[in-house]
């Protein structure tokens, strides 16, 4: 089973990243956020991460943090774009614009895939991962109703946009968040055709996931442009939900993508527990291809013992 290991850490602490402790471990790749308002002033230390990481074996996934505020919403990410451009930014029912631009608004686009395609020619990596992309959710509260959706709304199915979430708005925002990630992942190609593109949906088990446009992981995985999808285990921080729930998770896969769809797995959870331990060894017996490991804590200069003897015991495993 491969090994891929999220790294959140500003780009500044990435020096500290023991990339040839991960290596030695059998760690396969890591995937590195790239935060929109960190990435403008230090790509140049993102570049020589990506070259270190190369230099010790590892691949390297660039995860794109903000670029607008539609990606990594779960890592409040900043972003200067929405500030400076606030006519791209979402509108809810009562007219106000939230800081997180619309993926039907045609200048943030083109500015995120200008921006995206810069990011691929700079940085010498493997593929990039598209983190949680979606419209603004919370609490029965959406977007968007801005003129460009609504226009869509209209042109699909005439009439003005109901004031409710109604199931064609809802499937209006999934094909909007279709289309924005096909156009995204065709521009870093465009780049340079052998990054992969992989999507990591809002972890939401299938029944009762949050409506915000990333939730119909069939259609996403019959997007031709992404090579396949990364689902999450468990589906929330504030959930009790087993550890060794990813199984089952892993197991209802088929149900709810495209036959053929490469699939990988995140797991959030604590490296040195016996929990994961024992969910690693379950989830490689079962033949998942690749897991991808979200620690909570930064990975500083040492490698904990428990860790890596945790991570060669998953690459280990056929
Ligand atoms: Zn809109």
Redesign the pocket.
Known sequence: MRVGVMLSQSLVSLDHVPLQALADAGVWAVLLRCFEDEIRWRAPSAEAFARSAAAAGLRVFLVPAGYGGLFSPEQHPTSLFVQAHPATR??DLRGRRIARA????PAYIEWLTSSLRTLAWLIDADGFVWEEPG?YYNRGLW????????G?YASQFGGTMPAELSPQLAGLRQR?IADLVAIISGAVKGVDSRLACLLMPTPAPQSGAIPNGNENWRQLSAVEELDGLIVSWPPGTATDEPLSGALSLWEDLPAWVEHGTLMLLRLLCNLGSEEAALTLRHLAAADVPAIVLECPEPLTADLPRGVKALLRMVAETA
């Open positions: 979402q509108v619309c993926p039907n608004n419209f977007t968007c109703r801005c003129p460009y959706c609504q869509r909007s």
